[in-house]
């Protein structure tokens, strides 16, 4: 697999399960995270439409986590590729007027297809993981249709951050670098040198297309829970395989215990939060907070990602499907997520790791 600018020589071979990674703090990028989902979030609030407020700031939240460290022209180009193919996941909605046999078969060729397209560049890798990750949601709240109107507000999300992000490149200037930025591209380059000489990918073309194949049987499976999860957070497990399987760096198995631990804390902390918090300003001052470690919180290791990221998507989902605030409703979608974490251990993972090691022994 190529290895990002992010990734740890660490992280290349898999190990260290608690490994943190260093991390500098970045303020202009943790104010815009805060902001960007903050902002629509509280005008909704104030406007009596707290619905449009969340779908907006939910385009805000997945381009603050597609974001990578790099050139501001590079960040451009991603945010421009990867927003609209984001928002076609929204129009995955429609498939729920079928049967739900040929929901799990579609979703599970457009695994194949967002397995296919995560080869062929990081910019297409993290439009293919936000479109998962809303599709899941669509399908799994079939009352927010029309469906369009989401991703309308998807893009304008995309649109407010793109707005933000060029406010920042006027006041740093375009070729403006961080510290942190110049830090982590140089460890990078002896790793990314390392895996350059391997054909393909680090793992062999044919375990590459063994995985694309993984992530499609992982979300047939996942979408097939349905018929047995009559929860109504049921959609955390495909959400939960997307979100695990996708990310391009990395032990797939390494990253679903990762994703089960953070989640854990997680968990705890949006349902405290849900608990005791009305949806006011408070709330939304909680949840600018969040965003605002968020980056942060990326950069240091996939468990404490997990830890900022789920409280925010629980605290966001919640207005869509409110739970009762309860530690039965808490723990409901724990479960759920341990179950697409078990589902990528059991399914996209295990019957790999052989094939991944034998493919890595071949000279």
């Given at each position: 697999?190529?290895v990002?600018?992010?990734?740890s020589?660490h992280?290349?071979?898999?190990?260290?399960?608690l490994?943190?990674?260093?991390?500098?703090?970045r303020?202009?990028?943790?104010?815009?995270?805060a902001?960007?989902?903050?902002?629509?979030?509280?005008?909704?609030?104030?406007?009596?439409?707290?619905?449009?407020?969340?779908w907006?700031?939910?385009?805000?939240?997945?381009?603050?986590t597609?974001?990578?460290?790099g050139p501001?022209?590079?960040?451009?180009?991603?945010?421009?590729?990867?927003?609209?193919?984001?928002?076609?996941g929204y129009l995955?909605?429609?498939?729920?007027?079928?049967?739900?046999?040929l929901?799990?078969?579609?979703?599970a060729?457009?695994?194949?297809?967002?397995?296919f397209?995560?080869s062929?560049?990081?910019?297409?890798?993290?439009?293919?993981?936000?479109?998962?990750?809303?599709?899941?949601?669509?399908?799994?709240?079939?009352?927010?249709?029309?469906?369009?109107?989401?991703?309308v507000?998807?893009?304008?999300g995309?649109?407010?951050?793109?707005?933000?992000?060029?406010?920042?490149?006027?006041?740093r200037?375009?070729?403006?670098q961080?510290v942190?930025?110049?830090?982590?591209?140089?460890?990078?380059?002896?790793?990314?040198?390392?895996?350059?000489?391997r054909?393909?990918?680090?793992?062999?073309?044919a375990?590459?297309?063994?995985?694309?194949l993984?992530?499609?049987?992982?979300?047939?499976v996942?979408?097939?829970?349905r018929?047995l999860?009559?929860?109504?957070?049921w959609?955390?497990i495909?959400?939960?395989v997307?979100?695990?399987?996708?990310?391009?760096f990395?032990s797939?198995?390494?990253?679903?215990?990762?994703?089960i631990?953070g989640?854990?804390?997680?968990?705890?902390?949006?349902?405290?939060?849900?608990?005791?918090?009305p949806?006011?300003y408070?709330f939304?001052?909680?949840?600018?907070?969040l965003?605002?470690?968020?980056?942060?919180?990326?950069q240091?290791?996939?468990?404490?990602?997990?830890?900022?990221?789920t409280?925010?998507?629980?605290?966001?989902?919640?207005?869509?499907?409110?739970?009762?605030?309860?530690?039965?409703?808490?723990?409901q979608?724990?479960l759920?997520?341990?179950i697409?974490?078990?589902?990528?251990?059991?399914?996209?993972?295990?019957?790999?790791?052989?094939?991944?090691?034998?493919?890595?022994?071949?000279p």
């Amino acid at each position: 697999m190529p290895v990002s600018a992010n990734t740890s020589q660490h992280e290349v071979h898999g190990q260290g399960l608690l490994h943190m990674k260093p991390a500098t703090w970045r303020w202009s990028r943790a104010i815009r995270a805060a902001f960007s989902i903050g902002l629509p979030f509280a005008v909704g609030l104030a406007l009596g439409d707290i619905m449009t407020g969340m779908w907006i700031a939910m385009g805000c939240l997945m381009m603050a986590t597609g974001e990578r460290y790099g050139p501001y022209r590079e960040v451009c180009l991603t945010l421009a590729v990867s927003a609209p193919i984001g928002a076609l996941g929204y129009l995955a909605g429609y498939l729920g007027l079928l049967p739900w046999w040929l929901v799990v078969l579609f979703m599970a060729l457009i695994g194949l297809g967002a397995g296919f397209l995560n080869s062929r560049g990081r910019m297409l890798s993290i439009g293919t993981l936000q479109t998962l990750l809303v599709a899941s949601i669509a399908l799994g709240v079939p009352a927010i249709a029309p469906f369009w109107e989401p991703a309308v507000l998807y893009l304008v999300g995309a649109a407010f951050y793109a707005l933000l992000l060029g406010a920042e490149i006027l006041v740093r200037g375009w070729h403006a670098q961080d510290v942190s930025e110049t830090a982590t591209v140089a460890t990078a380059a002896p790793v990314a040198a390392a895996t350059s000489s391997r054909p393909e990918t680090s793992v062999g073309g044919a375990v590459q297309q063994a995985l694309a194949l993984a992530l499609a049987l992982c979300l047939g499976v996942a979408y097939s829970a349905r018929w047995l999860d009559s929860s109504p957070h049921w959609f955390w497990i495909p959400l939960t395989v997307g979100l695990v399987m996708k990310p391009d760096f990395g032990s797939i198995y390494d990253r679903a215990l990762q994703r089960i631990i953070g989640t854990v804390v997680g968990v705890i902390i949006g349902a405290l939060v849900l608990a005791v918090v009305p949806k006011g300003y408070l709330f939304v001052l909680i949840m600018a907070l969040l965003a605002g470690v968020l980056p942060w919180a990326m950069q240091r290791s996939y468990i404490l990602q997990a830890v900022f990221l789920t409280p925010l998507i629980l605290m966001l989902v919640d207005v869509i499907v409110p739970g009762t605030g309860s530690v039965d409703d808490a723990l409901q979608r724990l479960l759920d997520t341990v179950i697409g974490g078990v589902i990528v251990i059991l399914l996209g993972c295990l019957p790999w790791r052989h094939a991944s090691r034998v493919s890595k022994a071949r000279p």
